[in-house]
DNA sequence: TCCATATTTCGATTATCATGGAAATATGGA
DNA sequence: TCCATATTTCCATGATAATCGAAATATGGA
């Protein structure tokens, strides 16, 4: 994953209607959540949820399929991943991880200094 | 952390300057690094710089102190723990985690489905 | 006190983001 | 074919972000 992907990412998930909005995919899980529905449940209109969606889609955070007339949207737990994973990287590299810091107990041993 | 620290923690490392800034942070460790060789590192003028500190000390991620006539910034790892933690959950809460994934194997069996 | 260094704040400019209504596109069913 | 539903694209608007030069603030030393 390039930085130039991880800011993407980041910025798809620094808004609080997309991050609302991954948050109800990744609960939904493989199922996914169609647009509309998105939309009234996050009270917005359905043209600015498409452009949130837009968003979260060029960032590859989440994947999109015709089911009839809905368009449902499913996160993209790879995507997640790796980002996590640059993350984790950044947090941890170089520095002793801190004793009461999850990124550091259970991540760090499993990554090394990679 | 709530969502709203999350969104402006995200929005704060969702910027190329900054995401390298936090970087360079966590690589020099507790020592931090001071914001005109921050600036002349990464090219950009003092003044851009110190809009872009401001963010990222304004989202919690950095600490300052001054140390003689420098500021020297140094990355808050409780911080970026947090946010790691919040993603964390975000990705693995209510679904099954992808084999590959490092969340997965590693953070989610320590944390459970908190 | 006076000056050089280090950083921030201010001001102006340009670019990008977020929003929703209106129109366009696509699907399914009568 | 015709219509209702679902979503996106287009358009205009207001808000926020990113940039840098210039001026202001703070520290240390002569």
Redesign the pocket.
């Known amino acids: 994953m390039t930085a130039d992907q991880v800011v993407r990412a980041l ?1 798809a998930l ?5 991050l609302a909005v991954f948050r109800l995919l990744v609960q939904a899980g493989a199922e996914g959540v ?4 998105l ?1 009234e449940r996050l009270g ?12 979260l889609s060029h960032a590859g955070l989440v994947a ?1 399929a ?1 089911h ?6 499913s996160a993209n737990y790879g995507a997640m991943n790796g980002l996590m994973g640059y993350l984790t990287d950044n947090c941890c590299n170089g520095v002793p991880c801190t004793d009461d810091a999850m990124c550091a107990d259970a991540a760090c041993e499993e990554r090394g200094a990679a």
């Open positions: 910025g620094a808004q609080e209607h997309r169609a647009a509309g529905q939309a917005i209109a359905p043209s600015s949820m498409s452009f949130h969606l837009a968003q999109q015709r009839g007339r809905s368009i449902v949207y």
